[in-house]
């Protein structure tokens, strides 16, 4: 028995005193009977029940004052502020340049590396029907 109390004294440690939201029913079951059955361990989930209820109130106390404070905004400016900011025309050549030789090293590897030393390899091309028309008429 004196096992088991730790076991749930932890559990109620772990888990809060909403005997519902733990995650074992068994070990929750347990603890119904031990709150019934002990007033101690009964006086300790009425002080967890009243330290959560407590912190709960202390924490929308304090989300009210932060949103009516406007300290959200303020750091959120101050953080955009501090970001660098480059022009959009350098960064878009950047990223340009970036594709450019990431194609360029991909195309030295395909005939270098990738290149089979074989027979010449044939390429074949499949042109869209919806944009070139259907084949055999001759008509775009």
Known sequence: MA?????????LDRHGADLAAWPEPALAAK???AALADRSFRARLERQADLEAGLAALRDMTDGEIAGSG???RVERAVLGATPRWLDARRWALIAAALVVAAALGALADLTILAPAGEPSFEVVVLDPLVFGPTGTGSP
């Open 3 to 11: 096992r088991d109390l730790i076991d749930i004294a932890d559990a």
């Open 71 to 73: 300290a959200v905004a």
């Open 31 to 33: 603890a119904r009977e």
